[in-house]
């Protein structure tokens, strides 16, 4: 690796493969890293021609030996967009290979044990690993955590937290998404993993104890796909194949209740068949000297109440988040009142990496492995709680 460049290789491609794709060859346009990524291989199955994609996203070279593309001595960092059950493999391989760098797309793996191998050989071969919880980078949600860390909303007490979709009804074919063994959960790893870490993240505290959890699966089976051998990203408009039926294996629905730390109660929802609900990504923060709104379908905006204002004019106020001499990252982007969206906070989640991996501070905290192994426990405690129908503390969950 030469100092102002890094090699980088990219295991997957789908749907996540696109937007990391678009963040490494987007940074250097609209940011002024200090490490330039290069694109150099990325890796795909036979079938998934991974060559078609190398020359549409800007790779050099593709690859369909993961093994090979992670160990080879040109690459410097491995970026990881594979199915869920397979973001341990290629991660500790890199890390044992010596890279400089290793991201990871959420949750951080199928299983509460390859999170933790995955958090442990990060820390003892001392590779900076990190996890892509990018709504952590919405300028909205970035300026959430620097108003609660500043003490605008006081002592916390309520937090609530939702991420509903619609997408996964009984004409939605067999996927890996919809497998235990493949995905590790349904809606509670794929979404409540997001409002987990972005809630803990702005809320500046952590769950100690799960209070109540419900587990649903609405759609049992599910049609089999014939002749698609990639099935990285299928959201709608796929076709099944003649009248075969799988079993699903993961829920479609998980609702839970928490405990924090510092006294506050909380509640998370996460749904893929919530008619109406197309990318219903919401929290609401209460203090005890204000409070925050987020939804994602209005992304650039940003809802705070400041309780500590005479009663007579308190209400909420609708803040918009791209001003860039205050509002995070919005100032490499577009002038005030122009609006980003949702790829690019895959772009400001690259900048900081390169950041870090040049010593520097990021502008807000990354999700380490450590802090996404965090969130797997207090997922596995939840789906604990589901099974067993009792209180779960986060201590019993190792």
């Known amino acids: 690796m030469d100092q102002k460049t890094i090699n980088v290789a990219m295991i997957g491609q789908g749907f996540m493969g696109k937007s990391h794709s678009n963040a490494w060859s987007q940074v250097n346009k609209f940011f002024n890293p200090p490490i330039t990524p290069v694109m ?12 078609v994609f190398a020359k549409k996203w800007g790779w050099a070279n593709a690859s369909t030996n993961w093994e090979e593309t992670v160990k080879s001595p040109e690459i410097g960092l491995v970026d990881i967009v594979t199915p869920n059950f397979m973001h341990a493999p290629p991660a500790k391989a890199a890390i044992l290979a010596g890279k400089k760098c290793v991201t990871c797309e959420k949750p951080i793996a199928g299983s ?8 442990e050989a990060s820390e003892k071969y001392n590779v900076p690993s990190f996890v892509w919880f990018v709504y952590r980078r919405c300028p909205a949600v970035a300026y959430a955590h ?8 006081g002592d916390i ?13 009984e004409n939605v074919p067999m996927t890996w998404r919809f497998k235990k ?10 979404l409540n993993a997001h409002i987990t870490d972005m ?11 799960i209070c109540g959890c419900i587990s649903k699966t609405f759609v049992p089976k599910r049609k089999k796909l014939t002749g ?19 079993d699903v294996t993961v829920d479609d629905a998980v609702l839970y209740l928490a405990k924090f730390n510092n006294g506050a109660v909380g509640s998370f929802e996460a749904a893929r068949q919530a008619t109406g609900n197309k990318n219903a990504n919401y929290f609401e923060i209460n203090g005890t000297k204000g409070a925050l709104k987020f939804a994602f379908e209005r992304m650039n905006e940003l809802q705070f109440y400041d309780a500590t204002r005479p009663s007579g004019i308190q209400g909420w106020t609708t803040i918009l988040c791209t001003h860039g001499a205050d509002h995070p990252y919005v100032a490499n982007w577009w002038p005030d009142g122009h609006l980003i969206g949702y790829e690019h ?32 426990r207090i997922l596995e405690a939840a789906l604990i709680c589901a099974e067993e129908k009792r209180f779960v503390k986060l201590d019993e969950v190792k």
């Open 40 to 51: 150099h291989t990325v890796y795909g199955m036979e079938a998934e021609h991974p060559e």
């Open 112 to 119: 509460l044990d390859d999170a933790r191998a995955m958090a």
């Open 146 to 153: 620097q108003m609660v860390k500043a003490g605008m909303l």
């Open 157 to 169: 007490l309520h937090i609530r937290a939702t991420y509903l979709q619609d997408w996964a009804d």
């Open 181 to 190: 063994e493949t995905a590790g959960s349904g809606a509670h790893g794929d």
């Open 199 to 209: 809630t803990r993240f702005v809320a500046g505290v952590e769950i100690e104890e």
């Open 228 to 246: 698609l051998i990639n099935q990285t990203n299928i959201i709608g408009g796929a076709q099944a194949g003649g009248d075969e039926y799988d």
């Open 345 to 376: 906070t895959f772009v400001n989640m690259a900048y900081d990496v390169l950041k870090v991996l040049n010593g520097e501070e990021p502008t807000i905290p990354l999700a380490t492995f450590r802090d996404a192994y965090q969130t797997q």
